[in-house]
């Protein structure tokens, strides 16, 4: 094709491939672990944090969730066990999720299923898997130097 693939055709089978590897991920991880692809991206947000607690914000700003979208996961998350809501040691007022030992033990298990699984659908890259992702990459930051 002269020229290369226009923009619009780019941004769609990016847009394409997001898509299909969030919901294959997503299925797996409902299937093998009882647990969302959100609620893993959570779950790792708290397990990586000092203390294994983080504040919803900071679980909020990692996911990219709204404060409305981040309470619907963490409730989900405290109603499976693996999650518990306590009021920070410092301002009182913050509420703090913490990781219980069921939920470090989900995280991790879930993680290994989520990391195989996209390694699997990214086998199509190839040789170009390092282009790719730089290429995204420069994408990535310039887009966010624009904001």
């Not at 020229?3 to 619009?8: H, I, L, T």
């Not at 909020?60 to 404060?67: I, R, W």
């Not at 963490?74 to 109603?79: M, Q, Y």
Request: aromatic share 0%.
């Amino acid at each position: 094709m002269h020229g290369g693939p226009r923009p619009a055709e780019t941004w769609l089978r990016i847009v394409q491939v997001h898509d299909r590897i969030t919901r294959n991920v997503d299925s797996a991880l409902h299937r093998q672990h009882g647990v969302s692809l959100t609620g893993l991206e959570a779950l790792r947000r708290i397990a990586e944090a000092p203390g294994e607690q983080a504040s919803m914000s900071q679980v909020a700003e990692a996911v990219g969730l709204s404060p409305a979208g981040v309470t619907s996961t963490v409730d989900r998350l405290v109603a499976d066990g693996l999650v518990l809501r306590e009021r920070g040691t410092g301002d009182q007022r913050l509420l703090h999720a913490r990781l219980t030992p069921a939920g470090r033990e989900r995280v991790q298990a879930a993680a290994r299923t989520h990391d195989e699984l996209v390694a699997q659908l990214l086998v199509p890259l190839g040789d170009d898997a390092a282009l790719v992702s730089e290429a995204l990459g420069r994408v990535s930051a310039a887009t966010r130097s624009r904001r």
